[in-house]
């Protein structure tokens, strides 16, 4: 079983940068695939960036490609988003998720068996 808490949402400007945090309870952390997602009312959930285990790999959906950044810290148990650059667009509520399982393009929210509370981030214009 792993907790999920997301932290650092807030209201920014346009062009503006925000560090978002996902803090997870568990001894097993490592072992797994840890993903960010976003969504808007009405809307589906949205994959936004994925990071392996070790850290090293790393996916983004185009829409935010060269302005988020996902990483983790192992020993603390925590993955972040950075986001840079923000647009109005991005105003959405933030999830971060955990996946157990090995494989798969780990892109879509089924695949993930965790979730947080999410975190709201609201861009400005």
């Known amino acids: 079983q792993v907790q999920l808490v997301e932290s650092g949402g807030r209201l920014v400007q346009a062009g503006g940068s925000l560090r978002l945090s996902c803090a997870a309870s568990g001894r097993t952390f490592n072992s797994y695939t840890m993903g960010w997602f976003r969504q808007v009312p009405g809307k589906a959930r949205e994959f936004v960036a994925v990071?392996?285990?070790?850290?090293?790999?790393?996916y983004y959906a185009d829409s935010v490609k060269g302005r988020f950044t996902i990483s983790r810290d192992n020993p603390k148990n925590t993955v972040y988003l950075q986001m840079n650059s923000l647009k109005p667009e991005d105003t959405a509520v933030y999830y971060c998720?955990?996946?157990?399982?090995?494989?798969?393009?780990?892109?879509?929210?089924?695949?993930?068996?965790?979730w947080g509370q999410g975190t709201q981030v609201t861009v400005s214009s």
């Open positions: 990071v392996g285990w070790s850290g090293g790999a790393t």
């Open positions: 998720a955990a996946k157990r399982s090995i494989g798969g393009a780990a892109t879509l929210p089924s695949e993930y068996d965790y």
